[in-house]
Each structure stands twice: as structure tokens, then as C-alpha cells.
């Protein structure tokens, strides 16, 4: 077997990975104002969730708690969410994978003079920040399409966007705890570590989609009916729970006041 000269950089995820399980549906309101609100603009629930769900998240990054069982349970909740975003966001490619990026924990070429470099985990934390800000900013635009009837086309293109920022943001997030440990080992071997972390999370979001029911979504978390938000009360360790209920009450849905 040939050696890998250069350091994984993306994962392929495959188009059709989720096709046979149900898809998240919405919920209706029993409010008045967010009911004129839907009403007003048709068609934008989803997004308008998943650009509110967007600022929860980052209560929910693993580095925000502090014992290692909240760590390893907001990064199961994050990551499989963003992949399953990802999932809805780029399905519409017309190619059998999709590129997603997965974190850089370190990189250079496995020959003689090549140079290593190993991120910090400050860095590390920054490239997802990135992808978050992109995936908002994004994530806004399409919004504001819809509620203007905007081109088809654009907005399509930026569903995909936001799919494949939230994607990035969900690999890099999955080694979050990679940067700073592994330094005694070549960087190409680090990034492989990082890549079998991400196929294994293709597994792991499937097997979850099958637990609670529909394949999972970032969109979900502005929900408090929705499959992930009622397993994130069932299941998640107490200081998780309440970090994510306090995101949600500081995200509200907005409502026309008459």
C-alpha cells in the first residue's frame, strides 16, 4: 500500500446517505402574533429556524462546558446536527458526494523538507467561528430572499452554502479536543485521525436519525417540539440542558403584534 504523502483535507458525504429516513417536518403555533407572522411571509419557516438556530449553537460548542461528559455530549449534539444540515442543505448537488472541510488540526506534507505546522487550540476554535459567521451571514441573505421573492436560483445556491458552512463547522468541531495532543505525531497522521472521526460520524448521525426519528438538523434546535430539542431535554447531561434552554428563550420566534 502506497504512503499517504499529504494530510486529509475534506470528506466526501455521499448525496443519497439519508434518503431512506423521514425528514424533519414543522410544527404549527397556537400563537397568535407568530402565526400572522408565517402567514405573512409563507415558505420561510426552515430557514427562518435555522438562521435563529445558528446563534443557539454556539452554546451548545463542547468548549463552553467544562467536565469532559457535557464536552462529549454537546459535540455529539452539535456535530450530528450540522451534518444532517449539511445533508438537507446539499442534497441538490447533482454530484454523488459532497465536499465538506474537515478541520485543519495540522498540516504539511509527509516528505523530506516539507514544513509541519500544528494549530493551537485557540486557532483550531477559530476556524469554527468562521464557519458559523459564514453560515449566519448566509443563512440571513437567504432569508431575506424569501421574504422579497427573491431569484430561485440564488436562493438555492446560498441553501447550499449554509449547508456545506454548517457541514465544516460540524467536522471541526468533531476534534476539538485533537489540537494540541497530538503533536508528537506527523501531521499527516493527525489528519487521518481526524478523517476516520468524520466517517465514523456519518454512522453515528444515521444511527441517531433512526433513534429520534428524522434525520436531524441544526433548524431543529429552534423548535422545542422538535425531535432534537426533545431529546436534548430527555437525554443530555443536566448543565447541556440548561444551556441550550437558555439559547432557545434568547432566540424567540418573532411575532406581529396587530
Do not use: C
Amino acid at each position: 500500500m502506497n504512503e499517504i504523502i499529504r494530510p486529509p483535507k475534506q470528506l466526501d458525504l455521499p448525496r443519497n446517505q439519508f434518503d431512506d429516513l423521514a425528514n424533519y417536518e414543522t410544527y404549527r403555533s397556537d400563537t397568535p402574533g407568530v402565526i400572522a407572522k408565517r402567514q405573512l411571509h409563507p415558505g420561510t419557516l426552515v430557514p427562518d429556524q435555522e438562521y435563529r438556530s445558528i446563534s443557539i449553537t454556539d452554546a451548545l460548542h463542547p468548549t463552553r462546558f467544562e467536565s469532559p461528559r457535557d464536552q462529549h455530549a454537546a459535540r455529539d449534539i452539535y456535530t450530528r446536527i450540522a451534518l444532517g444540515s449539511a445533508n438537507y442543505g446539499l442534497r441538490s448537488d447533482e454530484t454523488m458526494f459532497s465536499v465538506l472541510k474537515l478541520g485543519l488540526v495540522a498540516d504539511g506534507r509527509r516528505t523530506t523538507y516539507a514544513e509541519r505546522h500544528y494549530t493551537t487550540p485557540e486557532e483550531y476554535l477559530a476556524q469554527t467561528q468562521r464557519s458559523i459567521a459564514l453560515a449566519a451571514m448566509t443563512a440571513e441573505a437567504r432569508l431575506q430572499l424569501l421574504r422579497t421573492d427573491g431569484d430561485p436560483e440564488r436562493i438555492r445556491v446560498l441553501s447550499r452554502s449554509v449547508g456545506r458552512h454548517l457541514g465544516n463547522a460540524g467536522l471541526q468541531t468533531l476534534a476539538y479536543d485533537m489540537p494540541g495532543k497530538f503533536n508528537h505525531l506527523h501531521p499527516v497522521d493527525i489528519q487521518i485521525k481526524s478523517k476516520e472521526l468524520a466517517i465514523e460520524l456519518l454512522s453515528d448521525t444515521r444511527s441517531y436519525a433512526q433513534d429520534i426519528g428524522v434525520v436531524p438538523s441544526v433548524a431543529q434546535l429552534a423548535e422545542p417540539d422538535s425531535p432534537v430539542a426533545v431529546d436534548i431535554r430527555r437525554n443530555a447531561p443536566p448543565a447541556v440542558r440548561r444551556a441550550y434552554e437558555a439559547a432557545l428563550a434568547a432566540n424567540p420566534e418573532e411575532q406581529l403584534v396587530a
